[in-house]
Protein backbone atom coordinates (compact mmCIF):
# COMPACT_ATOMS: atom_id res chain seq x y z
CA UNK A 1 0.00 0.00 0.00
CA UNK A 2 1.74 3.28 -1.01
CA UNK A 3 1.72 6.10 0.67
CA UNK A 4 0.11 9.38 0.28
CA UNK A 5 1.22 12.71 0.19
CA UNK A 6 0.44 16.10 0.53
CA UNK A 7 2.30 19.60 0.12
CA UNK A 8 2.79 22.63 2.53
CA UNK A 9 5.15 25.19 2.22
CA UNK A 10 6.13 24.59 5.83
CA UNK A 11 6.14 21.67 8.09
CA UNK A 12 6.53 21.94 11.37
CA UNK A 13 7.95 18.30 13.41
CA UNK A 14 6.79 18.87 16.93
CA UNK A 15 3.88 21.22 19.17
CA UNK A 16 5.70 22.09 21.77
CA UNK A 17 7.10 25.82 22.31
CA UNK A 18 9.40 26.62 19.24
CA UNK A 19 7.26 24.57 16.84
CA UNK A 20 4.06 26.26 17.92
CA UNK A 21 5.80 29.84 17.89
CA UNK A 22 7.38 29.14 14.56
CA UNK A 23 3.99 28.44 13.11
CA UNK A 24 2.85 31.77 14.97
CA UNK A 25 4.74 33.82 13.46
CA UNK A 26 4.62 32.44 10.24
CA UNK A 27 0.89 33.29 9.83
CA UNK A 28 1.41 36.37 11.63
CA UNK A 29 3.96 37.61 8.83
CA UNK A 30 1.87 36.10 6.04
CA UNK A 31 -1.63 38.09 6.96
CA UNK A 32 0.23 41.78 7.31
CA UNK A 33 2.10 40.57 3.70
CA UNK A 34 -1.56 39.63 2.89
CA UNK A 35 -0.06 36.74 1.55
CA UNK A 36 -1.04 32.89 1.73
CA UNK A 37 0.90 30.23 2.85
CA UNK A 38 0.25 26.95 4.34
CA UNK A 39 1.89 25.72 7.85
CA UNK A 40 1.20 22.46 9.47
CA UNK A 41 2.80 21.16 13.03
CA UNK A 42 2.79 17.58 13.23
CA UNK A 43 2.68 16.15 17.21
CA UNK A 44 3.86 12.72 18.19
CA UNK A 45 1.49 13.14 21.69
CA UNK A 46 -1.87 12.10 21.74
CA UNK A 47 -2.62 15.81 22.18
CA UNK A 48 -0.81 18.90 21.90
CA UNK A 49 0.94 18.92 25.80
CA UNK A 50 1.01 15.33 26.37
CA UNK A 51 4.63 15.25 26.16
CA UNK A 52 5.63 18.80 27.57
CA UNK A 53 7.52 18.20 30.81
CA UNK A 54 9.20 21.21 32.03
CA UNK A 55 9.69 22.96 35.53
CA UNK A 56 8.68 25.66 34.51
CA UNK A 57 9.45 28.99 35.68
CA UNK A 58 8.89 30.85 32.54
CA UNK A 59 10.09 34.31 31.37
CA UNK A 60 7.58 35.78 29.70
CA UNK A 61 10.16 37.90 27.03
CA UNK A 62 9.80 35.70 23.59
CA UNK A 63 5.72 35.13 24.82
CA UNK A 64 5.58 39.19 24.68
CA UNK A 65 7.22 39.51 21.53
CA UNK A 66 5.10 36.70 19.90
CA UNK A 67 1.64 37.67 21.38
CA UNK A 68 1.68 41.08 23.25
CA UNK A 69 -1.84 40.66 24.15
CA UNK A 70 -1.70 37.34 25.48
CA UNK A 71 -3.30 38.54 28.56
CA UNK A 72 -6.48 39.76 27.01
CA UNK A 73 -6.49 36.34 24.67
CA UNK A 74 -6.29 34.26 28.34
CA UNK A 75 -2.80 32.32 28.18
CA UNK A 76 -2.30 30.15 31.34
CA UNK A 77 0.02 32.46 33.30
CA UNK A 78 -2.09 32.24 36.37
CA UNK A 79 0.48 32.39 38.93
CA UNK A 80 3.62 35.28 38.87
CA UNK A 81 6.50 34.90 41.32
CA UNK A 82 6.02 36.29 44.45
CA UNK A 83 9.37 34.99 46.34
CA UNK A 84 12.29 33.46 45.54
CA UNK A 85 14.73 31.00 47.66
CA UNK A 86 18.08 29.45 46.24
CA UNK A 87 19.65 27.39 49.13
CA UNK A 88 22.40 25.05 49.26
CA UNK A 89 21.73 21.53 50.98
CA UNK A 90 23.34 19.49 53.12
CA UNK A 91 22.19 15.86 54.72
CA UNK A 92 20.28 17.19 58.20
CA UNK A 93 20.19 21.33 56.99
CA UNK A 94 20.41 23.81 54.28
CA UNK A 95 22.17 27.39 53.54
CA UNK A 96 20.20 29.78 51.79
CA UNK A 97 21.86 32.43 50.23
CA UNK A 98 20.54 36.11 50.66
CA UNK A 99 19.52 38.11 47.75
CA UNK A 100 22.06 40.45 46.81
CA UNK A 101 24.21 37.45 46.61
CA UNK A 102 22.57 35.96 43.45
CA UNK A 103 23.20 37.44 40.15
CA UNK A 104 20.30 38.50 38.03
CA UNK A 105 20.14 34.97 36.84
CA UNK A 106 18.58 33.18 39.39
CA UNK A 107 15.76 36.30 40.24
CA UNK A 108 12.32 35.66 39.00
CA UNK A 109 10.85 39.10 39.11
CA UNK A 110 8.71 39.13 36.55
CA UNK A 111 8.43 35.82 35.73
CA UNK A 112 5.30 33.09 35.96
CA UNK A 113 5.03 29.46 37.58
CA UNK A 114 3.21 27.77 34.71
CA UNK A 115 2.15 24.53 33.06
CA UNK A 116 4.50 24.44 29.33
CA UNK A 117 1.80 21.50 28.98
CA UNK A 118 -1.10 24.28 29.24
CA UNK A 119 0.78 26.55 27.89
CA UNK A 120 1.37 24.71 24.81
CA UNK A 121 -2.39 24.17 24.20
CA UNK A 122 -2.93 27.54 24.60
CA UNK A 123 -0.40 28.54 21.81
CA UNK A 124 -2.11 25.48 19.56
CA UNK A 125 -5.05 27.36 19.80
CA UNK A 126 -3.16 30.84 18.63
CA UNK A 127 -1.53 28.81 15.69
CA UNK A 128 -5.04 27.28 14.55
CA UNK A 129 -7.27 30.66 15.02
CA UNK A 130 -4.17 31.63 12.27
CA UNK A 131 -5.05 29.21 9.55
CA UNK A 132 -2.31 26.42 11.10
CA UNK A 133 -2.96 23.09 10.71
CA UNK A 134 -2.21 20.76 13.99
CA UNK A 135 -2.35 17.37 13.55
CA UNK A 136 -1.66 15.49 17.26
CA UNK A 137 -1.18 11.59 17.50
CA UNK A 138 1.20 11.94 14.40
CA UNK A 139 4.69 10.48 15.09
CA UNK A 140 7.11 11.87 12.20
CA UNK A 141 9.12 9.06 11.61
CA UNK A 142 10.79 9.69 8.51
CA UNK A 143 12.97 12.54 6.99
CA UNK A 144 12.82 12.48 3.11
CA UNK A 145 14.96 13.62 0.99
CA UNK A 146 14.92 14.47 -2.96
CA UNK A 147 17.84 12.88 -5.57
CA UNK A 148 19.75 15.91 -4.88
CA UNK A 149 19.90 15.34 -0.89
CA UNK A 150 18.14 18.10 -0.17
CA UNK A 151 15.21 17.60 3.12
CA UNK A 152 11.59 17.26 1.50
CA UNK A 153 9.54 16.61 4.36
CA UNK A 154 8.63 14.22 6.79
CA UNK A 155 6.77 10.88 6.98
CA UNK A 156 4.68 9.41 9.53
CA UNK A 157 5.11 6.27 11.10
CA UNK A 158 2.99 2.72 9.74
CA UNK A 159 -0.15 2.30 11.94
CA UNK A 160 -1.10 -1.55 12.52
CA UNK A 161 2.82 -3.13 12.41
CA UNK A 162 2.68 -5.64 14.71
CA UNK A 163 5.04 -7.40 17.20
CA UNK A 164 6.75 -9.81 14.79
CA UNK A 165 7.18 -7.01 12.08
CA UNK A 166 3.95 -7.85 9.99
CA UNK A 167 1.45 -5.95 9.25
CA UNK A 168 -2.04 -6.67 11.15
CA UNK A 169 -5.64 -6.29 9.89
CA UNK A 170 -5.74 -2.33 11.32
CA UNK A 171 -2.40 -2.03 8.97
CA UNK A 172 -2.12 1.97 7.83
CA UNK A 173 0.46 3.59 6.14
CA UNK A 174 1.93 6.62 7.28
CA UNK A 175 1.66 9.70 5.20
CA UNK A 176 4.32 12.06 3.79
CA UNK A 177 4.17 15.45 4.51
CA UNK A 178 6.30 17.46 1.48
CA UNK A 179 7.54 20.91 2.37
CA UNK A 180 9.58 23.54 1.12
CA UNK A 181 11.29 24.24 4.79
CA UNK A 182 10.57 21.49 7.59
CA UNK A 183 11.35 22.67 11.15
CA UNK A 184 12.42 20.65 13.69
CA UNK A 185 11.27 21.30 17.17
CA UNK A 186 11.03 17.58 18.42
CA UNK A 187 13.19 18.65 21.64
CA UNK A 188 16.12 17.67 23.60
CA UNK A 189 17.70 14.09 21.76
CA UNK A 190 15.20 14.04 18.85
CA UNK A 191 15.38 11.03 17.03
CA UNK A 192 15.22 13.30 13.58
CA UNK A 193 17.35 15.62 14.50
CA UNK A 194 19.75 13.08 15.36
CA UNK A 195 19.78 11.54 12.32
CA UNK A 196 20.13 15.33 10.39
CA UNK A 197 23.81 15.62 12.43
CA UNK A 198 24.94 12.60 11.10
CA UNK A 199 23.81 13.45 7.73
CA UNK A 200 24.75 16.57 7.15
CA UNK A 201 27.57 16.71 9.94
CA UNK A 202 26.30 19.66 11.87
CA UNK A 203 27.81 18.69 15.04
CA UNK A 204 31.09 18.94 13.34
CA UNK A 205 32.12 22.61 14.62
CA UNK A 206 30.29 22.31 17.97
CA UNK A 207 31.16 20.57 21.43
CA UNK A 208 29.77 17.25 22.66
CA UNK A 209 25.80 18.09 24.19
CA UNK A 210 25.52 17.76 27.37
CA UNK A 211 22.33 16.83 28.85
CA UNK A 212 20.71 16.56 32.68
CA UNK A 213 17.51 14.53 33.31
CA UNK A 214 14.88 15.67 35.10
CA UNK A 215 12.37 13.91 37.28
CA UNK A 216 9.25 16.11 38.25
CA UNK A 217 5.68 15.81 40.31
CA UNK A 218 3.06 17.47 41.01
CA UNK A 219 1.21 17.47 44.53
CA UNK A 220 -1.74 19.01 45.84
CA UNK A 221 -0.57 20.16 49.34
CA UNK A 222 -2.23 21.18 52.83
CA UNK A 223 -3.34 24.79 52.02
CA UNK A 224 -1.51 26.29 55.82
CA UNK A 225 1.60 25.08 53.80
CA UNK A 226 0.85 26.90 50.49
CA UNK A 227 2.46 29.59 49.30
CA UNK A 228 1.18 30.65 45.93
CA UNK A 229 4.22 31.91 43.97
CA UNK A 230 7.46 30.63 45.98
CA UNK A 231 10.22 29.84 43.83
CA UNK A 232 12.99 27.37 45.47
CA UNK A 233 15.79 26.04 43.78
CA UNK A 234 18.64 24.17 45.26
CA UNK A 235 21.53 22.13 44.93
CA UNK A 236 23.93 20.04 47.13
CA UNK A 237 22.72 17.19 48.81
CA UNK A 238 21.65 14.45 48.06
CA UNK A 239 24.17 14.24 45.70
CA UNK A 240 27.80 13.88 45.56
CA UNK A 241 30.06 16.76 45.25
CA UNK A 242 31.31 15.53 41.30
CA UNK A 243 27.65 15.02 40.51
CA UNK A 244 26.00 17.87 39.11
CA UNK A 245 22.41 18.26 39.77
CA UNK A 246 19.63 20.40 42.05
CA UNK A 247 16.20 20.56 42.88
CA UNK A 248 13.09 22.52 42.45
CA UNK A 249 9.80 23.79 44.32
CA UNK A 250 7.33 25.98 42.73
CA UNK A 251 4.17 26.94 44.46
CA UNK A 252 1.44 27.08 41.69
CA UNK A 253 -2.14 28.15 42.27
CA UNK A 254 -5.00 25.96 43.13
CA UNK A 255 -2.61 24.14 46.26
CA UNK A 256 -0.16 22.58 44.01
CA UNK A 257 3.08 22.76 43.78
CA UNK A 258 5.80 21.19 41.19
CA UNK A 259 8.32 19.37 42.86
CA UNK A 260 11.53 18.33 40.64
CA UNK A 261 14.99 16.69 40.58
CA UNK A 262 17.62 17.22 37.53
CA UNK A 263 20.53 15.20 37.45
CA UNK A 264 23.75 15.82 35.10
CA UNK A 265 24.23 12.83 32.84
CA UNK A 266 27.90 12.97 32.98
CA UNK A 267 27.52 11.49 36.81
CA UNK A 268 30.35 8.71 36.92
CA UNK A 269 28.65 6.22 39.44
CA UNK A 270 27.28 3.42 37.58
CA UNK A 271 25.47 2.62 40.21
CA UNK A 272 23.90 6.08 40.76
CA UNK A 273 20.15 6.39 39.91
CA UNK A 274 18.38 9.65 39.22
CA UNK A 275 15.15 8.20 39.92
CA UNK A 276 16.46 7.34 43.66
CA UNK A 277 18.15 10.35 44.08
CA UNK A 278 14.80 12.16 43.52
CA UNK A 279 13.21 10.28 45.99
CA UNK A 280 16.46 11.10 48.49
CA UNK A 281 15.84 14.68 47.77
CA UNK A 282 12.12 14.58 48.71
CA UNK A 283 13.03 13.43 52.32
CA UNK A 284 15.15 16.41 52.83
CA UNK A 285 13.31 18.74 55.47
CA UNK A 286 13.00 21.39 53.36
CA UNK A 287 10.82 19.54 51.07
CA UNK A 288 9.41 16.67 53.20
CA UNK A 289 7.77 19.86 55.37
CA UNK A 290 5.51 21.08 51.88
CA UNK A 291 4.83 17.41 50.96
CA UNK A 292 3.76 15.84 54.41
CA UNK A 293 0.09 15.26 54.45
CA UNK A 294 -0.60 15.96 50.58
CA UNK A 295 -0.87 13.95 47.60
CA UNK A 296 0.86 12.98 44.58
CA UNK A 297 -0.99 14.12 41.48
CA UNK A 298 1.11 13.46 38.44
CA UNK A 299 4.64 12.82 37.26
CA UNK A 300 6.89 12.35 34.56
CA UNK A 301 10.76 12.83 33.40
CA UNK A 302 12.63 14.48 30.74
CA UNK A 303 16.20 14.96 29.40
CA UNK A 304 16.79 18.89 28.90
CA UNK A 305 19.82 20.32 27.12
CA UNK A 306 22.82 21.76 29.18
CA UNK A 307 25.66 22.09 26.89
CA UNK A 308 24.85 26.13 26.35
CA UNK A 309 26.28 28.22 23.41
CA UNK A 310 29.08 25.98 22.86
CA UNK A 311 27.27 23.10 21.97
CA UNK A 312 24.58 23.90 19.74
CA UNK A 313 25.61 22.91 16.46
CA UNK A 314 24.73 23.95 12.81
CA UNK A 315 21.41 25.03 12.62
CA UNK A 316 20.55 25.26 8.94
CA UNK A 317 20.77 22.08 5.92
CA UNK A 318 19.02 22.19 2.64
CA UNK A 319 15.38 22.35 3.20
CA UNK A 320 14.96 23.53 7.10
CA UNK A 321 16.16 23.94 9.94
CA UNK A 322 16.61 22.88 13.47
CA UNK A 323 14.56 24.59 16.63
CA UNK A 324 14.21 25.09 20.03
CA UNK A 325 15.70 22.39 22.36
CA UNK A 326 16.44 20.22 19.58
CA UNK A 327 19.48 22.41 18.94
CA UNK A 328 20.01 23.46 22.84
CA UNK A 329 19.24 26.69 24.00
CA UNK A 330 18.65 26.16 27.53
CA UNK A 331 19.75 28.57 30.17
CA UNK A 332 21.47 26.62 32.69
CA UNK A 333 21.98 29.03 35.55
CA UNK A 334 18.39 31.01 34.46
CA UNK A 335 17.33 27.14 34.93
CA UNK A 336 15.25 28.25 31.66
CA UNK A 337 14.93 27.36 28.26
CA UNK A 338 11.21 28.25 27.07
CA UNK A 339 11.80 31.43 26.03
CA UNK A 340 14.86 30.91 24.05
CA UNK A 341 13.34 27.86 22.60
CA UNK A 342 10.46 30.12 21.62
CA UNK A 343 12.84 32.97 19.74
CA UNK A 344 14.54 30.97 17.97
CA UNK A 345 11.04 29.10 16.81
CA UNK A 346 10.18 32.85 15.56
CA UNK A 347 13.43 33.50 14.36
CA UNK A 348 13.26 30.55 12.47
CA UNK A 349 9.46 31.34 11.08
CA UNK A 350 11.05 34.78 9.74
CA UNK A 351 13.82 33.56 7.97
CA UNK A 352 11.21 31.04 6.11
CA UNK A 353 8.54 33.40 5.66
CA UNK A 354 11.11 35.59 3.78
CA UNK A 355 12.79 32.51 1.61
CA UNK A 356 9.09 31.74 0.69
CA UNK A 357 8.25 35.46 -0.48
CA UNK A 358 11.00 35.38 -2.50
CA UNK A 359 10.25 32.16 -4.24
CA UNK A 360 12.85 30.12 -2.97
CA UNK A 361 12.71 26.57 -1.71
CA UNK A 362 14.92 23.76 -0.29
CA UNK A 363 17.86 26.26 0.44
CA UNK A 364 19.91 26.72 3.93
CA UNK A 365 17.93 29.61 5.87
CA UNK A 366 21.11 30.96 6.63
CA UNK A 367 19.56 34.18 7.64
CA UNK A 368 18.22 32.22 10.71
CA UNK A 369 21.33 31.81 12.19
CA UNK A 370 22.92 35.33 11.52
CA UNK A 371 19.70 36.77 13.00
CA UNK A 372 19.75 34.48 16.31
CA UNK A 373 23.62 35.63 16.54
CA UNK A 374 22.17 39.13 16.90
CA UNK A 375 19.31 38.22 18.73
CA UNK A 376 19.20 38.77 23.02
CA UNK A 377 19.10 34.79 22.97
CA UNK A 378 22.51 34.56 21.88
CA UNK A 379 23.55 37.18 24.27
CA UNK A 380 21.71 35.21 27.34
CA UNK A 381 23.93 32.44 26.24
CA UNK A 382 27.34 33.64 25.90
CA UNK A 383 27.13 35.68 29.18
CA UNK A 384 26.56 32.31 31.24
CA UNK A 385 28.88 30.31 28.53
CA UNK A 386 31.30 29.15 30.93
CA UNK A 387 29.45 28.12 33.91
CA UNK A 388 27.48 24.43 33.06
CA UNK A 389 31.46 23.55 32.12
CA UNK A 390 33.26 24.79 35.12
CA UNK A 391 31.67 22.40 37.53
CA UNK A 392 34.36 19.51 36.26
CA UNK A 393 35.94 20.63 39.25
CA UNK A 394 32.76 19.75 41.25
CA UNK A 395 30.35 21.53 43.46
CA UNK A 396 32.52 23.88 45.06
CA UNK A 397 34.85 24.71 42.33
CA UNK A 398 32.09 25.35 40.08
CA UNK A 399 30.20 27.02 41.85
CA UNK A 400 32.67 29.67 43.03
CA UNK A 401 33.64 29.89 39.14
CA UNK A 402 30.29 30.31 38.16
CA UNK A 403 29.76 33.00 40.58
CA UNK A 404 32.54 34.92 39.01
CA UNK A 405 31.31 34.54 35.60
CA UNK A 406 28.10 35.69 36.10
CA UNK A 407 28.52 38.96 38.13
CA UNK A 408 31.55 39.24 35.81
CA UNK A 409 28.37 39.40 32.84
CA UNK A 410 30.63 36.97 30.96
CA UNK A 411 33.71 39.15 29.80
CA UNK A 412 35.92 36.66 30.67
CA UNK A 413 38.01 36.33 27.34
CA UNK A 414 38.06 32.24 27.18
CA UNK A 415 35.61 29.92 26.61
CA UNK A 416 35.90 26.69 28.79
CA UNK A 417 35.14 23.68 26.38
CA UNK A 418 32.69 20.43 26.96
CA UNK A 419 35.34 17.23 25.80
CA UNK A 420 33.05 14.52 26.21
CA UNK A 421 29.82 13.55 25.18
CA UNK A 422 27.67 11.97 28.77
CA UNK A 423 28.61 8.30 27.92
CA UNK A 424 32.18 8.27 27.93
CA UNK A 425 33.02 9.26 31.61
CA UNK A 426 31.03 6.13 33.04
CA UNK A 427 33.25 4.57 35.76
CA UNK A 428 33.81 0.46 35.93
CA UNK A 429 31.73 -1.15 39.12
CA UNK A 430 34.71 -2.81 40.31
CA UNK A 431 35.49 0.98 40.57
CA UNK A 432 32.78 2.61 41.79
CA UNK A 433 30.81 3.15 45.36
CA UNK A 434 27.44 0.84 45.55
CA UNK A 435 25.04 3.18 46.66
CA UNK A 436 22.08 1.55 49.15
CA UNK A 437 18.77 3.36 48.40
CA UNK A 438 16.40 3.34 51.17
CA UNK A 439 12.89 1.63 49.97
CA UNK A 440 10.02 3.90 49.17
CA UNK A 441 7.62 4.56 51.82
CA UNK A 442 4.58 5.35 49.35
CA UNK A 443 3.64 8.35 51.57
CA UNK A 444 6.46 10.95 50.16
CA UNK A 445 8.46 8.39 48.42
CA UNK A 446 7.09 5.94 45.70
CA UNK A 447 8.42 3.25 43.24
CA UNK A 448 8.59 3.78 39.41
CA UNK A 449 6.24 1.39 38.39
CA UNK A 450 3.05 3.37 40.26
CA UNK A 451 5.44 6.50 39.14
CA UNK A 452 4.72 5.69 35.67
CA UNK A 453 0.75 5.15 36.27
CA UNK A 454 0.60 8.17 37.19
CA UNK A 455 2.33 9.46 33.68
CA UNK A 456 -0.82 7.65 31.94
CA UNK A 457 1.73 6.01 29.58
CA UNK A 458 -0.07 3.87 27.00
CA UNK A 459 1.48 2.19 23.97
CA UNK A 460 -0.17 0.06 21.44
CA UNK A 461 0.39 -3.54 22.99
CA UNK A 462 1.03 -5.41 19.39
CA UNK A 463 3.95 -3.10 17.99
CA UNK A 464 7.41 -3.76 17.23
CA UNK A 465 9.60 -2.27 20.31
CA UNK A 466 10.71 1.35 19.71
CA UNK A 467 13.63 1.24 21.70
CA UNK A 468 15.93 -0.68 19.37
CA UNK A 469 19.46 -2.37 20.54
CA UNK A 470 22.18 -2.16 17.24
CA UNK A 471 23.54 -5.32 18.79
CA UNK A 472 21.29 -7.56 21.49
CA UNK A 473 24.50 -9.23 23.02
CA UNK A 474 25.51 -6.24 23.87
CA UNK A 475 23.86 -5.84 27.49
CA UNK A 476 24.58 -8.87 28.91
CA UNK A 477 28.23 -9.69 27.57
CA UNK A 478 29.51 -5.80 27.65
CA UNK A 479 27.36 -3.64 29.89
CA UNK A 480 26.68 -6.15 32.79
CA UNK A 481 30.16 -7.33 33.50
CA UNK A 482 31.86 -4.23 33.30
CA UNK A 483 29.05 -1.87 34.39
CA UNK A 484 26.49 -4.03 36.32
CA UNK A 485 24.46 -2.97 33.29
CA UNK A 486 23.32 0.47 34.23
CA UNK A 487 20.22 0.80 32.24
CA UNK A 488 18.51 -1.08 35.20
CA UNK A 489 18.94 2.10 37.14
CA UNK A 490 19.68 5.22 34.62
CA UNK A 491 16.23 4.88 33.23
CA UNK A 492 13.29 6.88 35.26
CA UNK A 493 10.15 4.26 33.91
CA UNK A 494 11.33 0.94 34.78
CA UNK A 495 12.30 0.39 30.95
CA UNK A 496 14.85 -1.75 31.32
CA UNK A 497 15.88 -4.99 33.93
CA UNK A 498 17.94 -7.88 33.90
CA UNK A 499 16.21 -11.21 34.60
CA UNK A 500 18.08 -14.55 35.41
CA UNK A 501 16.59 -17.65 36.64
CA UNK A 502 15.90 -18.84 40.02
CA UNK A 503 19.53 -19.80 41.35
CA UNK A 504 20.62 -16.46 39.46
CA UNK A 505 22.50 -17.64 36.39
CA UNK A 506 21.39 -17.05 32.47
CA UNK A 507 20.90 -13.32 32.71
CA UNK A 508 18.66 -11.78 30.53
CA UNK A 509 18.23 -7.91 29.12
CA UNK A 510 14.34 -7.79 28.75
CA UNK A 511 12.97 -4.14 27.41
CA UNK A 512 9.78 -2.95 28.98
CA UNK A 513 8.83 -0.40 26.16
CA UNK A 514 5.62 0.02 27.06
CA UNK A 515 6.54 1.56 30.33
CA UNK A 516 8.61 4.31 28.17
CA UNK A 517 7.88 7.91 28.93
CA UNK A 518 9.91 9.32 26.12
CA UNK A 519 12.62 10.60 28.51
CA UNK A 520 15.55 9.75 25.86
CA UNK A 521 18.25 9.06 29.02
CA UNK A 522 19.06 5.41 27.13
CA UNK A 523 19.32 6.93 24.05
CA UNK A 524 22.08 8.92 25.86
CA UNK A 525 23.52 7.56 28.82
CA UNK A 526 23.92 3.92 27.44
CA UNK A 527 27.58 3.35 27.93
CA UNK A 528 28.00 1.37 24.39
CA UNK A 529 25.55 3.64 22.47
CA UNK A 530 24.05 0.54 21.61
CA UNK A 531 19.95 1.87 22.47
CA UNK A 532 18.79 3.66 19.70
CA UNK A 533 15.52 5.46 20.10
CA UNK A 534 12.90 5.82 18.03
CA UNK A 535 9.20 6.83 17.93
CA UNK A 536 6.38 4.24 18.59
CA UNK A 537 2.77 4.79 17.10
CA UNK A 538 1.36 8.10 16.79
CA UNK A 539 -0.40 8.85 20.10
CA UNK A 540 1.68 6.60 22.38
CA UNK A 541 3.65 8.06 25.40
CA UNK A 542 2.77 9.74 28.06
CA UNK A 543 -0.23 11.84 28.33
CA UNK A 544 0.34 14.51 30.72
CA UNK A 545 -2.32 16.54 31.95
CA UNK A 546 -0.82 19.92 33.19
CA UNK A 547 2.98 18.90 33.42
Not at 104 to 125: D, F, T
Not at 156 to 172: L, R, S, V
Not at 409 to 434: C, F, I, N
Amino acid sequence: MERESMEFDVVIVGAGPSGLSAAIRLKQLAAEADAEISVTVLEKGSEVGAHILSGAVLEPRALNELIPDWRDKGAPLNTPVTGDEFRVLTEKGSFKFPGFMLPPEQHNKGNYIVSMANVCRWLAEQAEALGVEVYPGFAAAEVLYHDDGTVKGVATGDMGIGKDGEQTANYTPGMELHAKYTLFAEGARGSLTKTLFERFDLRRDCDPQTFGLGIKEIWEVEPAKHKQGLVVHSFGWPLDRSTYGGGWLYHLEDNQVSVGFVVGLDYKNPYLAPFEEFNRYKTHPVIRTTLEGGRRLAYGARVINEGGLQSIPKLTFPGGAIIGCSAGFLNVPKIKGNHTAMKSGMLAGEAAFAALQEGRQGDELVSYPAALKESWVYKELKTVRNCRPSYRWGLLGGTLYSGIELWSRGVLPWTLRHRHADHEGMQSADRAKKIDYPKPDGVITFDRLSSVFLSNTNHEENQPSHLKLLDETVPVARNLPQFDEPAQRYCPAAVYEIVRDDDGGNPRFVINAQNCVHCKTCDIKDPAQNIVWTVPEGGGGPNYPNM
